[in-house]
């Protein structure tokens, strides 16, 4: 009987983990400005903004460190930012390698910083 216990444990932890990483909650952190522990930078683009153009850290070191990579196909348009309230998770990347081969890495205006979205 103990051993069942245990088991469904650490299935129901690594699922939480899963779930997680996928949400893009783990290791995101929030971006800020480049610095001393700042791996990657990034350029928002956000057209008509006071913040278009400018550059912000978009990996302090919470992101994988793999090699760069440039995945097919285009960031898709902007499209309106979710009803306020709304469980809204993205995955962050610093560049296209940290997204699947499907998705770009894209500035997203409603959360500020650069996150996976499906290629267009």
């Known amino acids: 009987m103990m051993m069942v216990r245990v088991g469904v444990v650490v299935l129901v932890v690594m699922a939480t983990v899963v779930t997680m990483t996928e949400a893009g909650s783990v290791g995101a ?7 001393p522990t700042c791996r990657h930078t990034c350029f928002r683009e956000n ?9 912000y850290c978009c990996d302090r070191g919470n992101l994988p460190d793999i090699p760069s990579e440039t995945h097919p196909g285009r960031c898709p ?9 709304t469980r809204f998770q993205p995955k962050a990347c610093a560049q296209d390698g940290h997204c699947r081969y499907h998705e770009k890495c894209c500035y997203n205006s409603c959360v500020k910083y650069h996150v996976c979205k499906l290629a267009s």
Request: charged share 10%; hydrophobic share 10%; net charge negative.
């Open 29 to 35: 952190g929030p971006p800020g400005p480049p610095g």
């Open 77 to 85: 348009h902007a499209i309106p930012c979710p009803a306020s309230g």
């Open 47 to 55: 057209p008509g903004q006071p913040d278009d153009g400018e550059t």
